[in-house]
Nanobody
Framework: QVQLVESGGGLVQPGGSLKLSCAVSGVSLDSYAIAWFRQAPGKEREGVSFISRGSGGTKYVDSVKGRFTISRDNAKNTVYLQMDTLKPEDTAVYYC??????????WGQGTQVTVSS
């Protein structure tokens, strides 16, 4: 059974950093692309970053380019999201996502990130 478990969220001041982790079990991570999404109160869930399988090519939404870095450690079956220079508008619940070949989407439970002074 595929499971995704996020961790690393918390309260941080503007300009600070957090590193989120997404631990994947039930599949070998190197065969799958992983995406990070976030959902702020009253807003739709939006894609934040994506890392492909294999070469590990990455993509970012414009609002986080230059501040966030996605990476993967296939040996640990874990994907990371390093978030630097955090802004209050980054406040959201962050989720990792894995799309199976069937098209079914697996989600973690989410981790809360709050950026506030």
């Amino acid at each position: 059974q595929v499971q995704l478990v996020e961790s690393g969220g918390g309260l941080v001041q503007p300009g600070g950093s957090l590193k989120l982790s997404c631990a994947v079990s039930g599949v070998s991570l190197d065969s799958y692309a992983i995406a990070w999404f976030r959902q702020a109160p009253g807003k739709e869930r939006e894609g934040v970053s994506f890392i492909s399988r294999g070469s590990g090519g990455t993509k970012y939404v414009d609002s986080v380019k230059g501040r966030f870095t996605i990476s993967r450690d296939n040996a640990k079956n874990t994907v990371y999201l390093q978030m630097d220079t955090l802004k209050p508008e980054d406040t959201a619940v962050y989720y990792c996502n894995l799309e199976a070949p069937s098209g079914y989407n697996y989600w973690g439970q989410g981790t809360q990130v709050t950026v506030s002074s």
